[in-house]
Each structure stands twice: as C-alpha cells, then as structure tokens.
C-alpha cells in the first residue's frame, strides 16, 4: 500500500520553530516531486514548499521563504519541513504529498500529477 504519514504537529508559540516529518512507504522518493501543503481553517488548501528530487529544485510560497526549509532524506524516503519563526497566520493542517513531474505554477508550489496525500498533521501556533 502506497501511504505517506505525517508527524511533528503541535503547538508552538509565535517566534518558536516546529519540524514536520513525512514518512514514505510503498514507494521511493526517486525521480518524484515531493512537497507540503497546509489548509487553514475557512480557507483553501495551499502550497507551502515544493521539492525535486531529480534536479533538487524547490519552490517556497511567498508567506514562508526564508523561515521555512524542505530537507528530505532520500535513503529514509522521509521528508521534512522545518518551520522557524512561525506566526499564527501559520496555523493549518499540514499535509505532505508525492507526484511526477511539474513542482509549480508560476513559482508557486504545486503537484501537477499527484499520486498520493498524507493524512495531514495539524500546527497551531499562538500568539
């Protein structure tokens, strides 16, 4: 069975960081587009940080660059996000995913050919 899981959510106060981990099984993160998703309450499922594992392109949303990074470890199949100086406009679930082939639109992150979602983890951060 192909399933990423999600881990690491919780909460965190404003200025604090937070590390979010995906762990793969069921597939290998070779030659896919991995990357974070975050949906908040009332409001549409974004992109928050894009990944190519071929060619190690990323691609951030506008909201988290320069406070947010996506290491992966390729030989764990794990992925992370590591969240610095975290707001409470950050406040979402956090979902990671998989796919194929383009990692953005418009430099925004994006899947264009998902395969699959992670159940998602939420992070509230207080203010």
């Known amino acids: 069975e192909v399933q990423l899981v999600e881990s690491g959510g919780g909460l965190v106060q404003a200025g604090g960081s937070l590390r979010l981990s995906c762990a793969a099984s069921g597939l290998t993160f070779d030659g896919r587009v991995i990357g974070w998703f975050r949906q908040a309450p009332g409001k549409e499922r974004e992109g928050v940080s894009t990944l190519s594992v071929s060619d190690g392109s990323t691609y951030y949303a506008d909201s988290v660059k320069g406070r947010f990074t996506i290491p992966s470890d390729n030989a764990k199949n794990t992925l992370y996000l590591q969240m610095n100086s975290m707001k409470p406009e950050d406040t979402a679930v956090y979902f990671c995913?998989?796919?194929?082939?383009?990692?953005?639109?418009?430099?925004?992150?994006?899947?264009?050919?998902?395969?699959?979602w992670g159940q998602g983890t939420l992070v509230t951060v207080s203010s």
């Open positions: 995913a998989a796919g194929h082939g383009i990692h953005h639109d418009r430099n925004i992150p994006y899947i264009r050919s998902l395969e699959v």
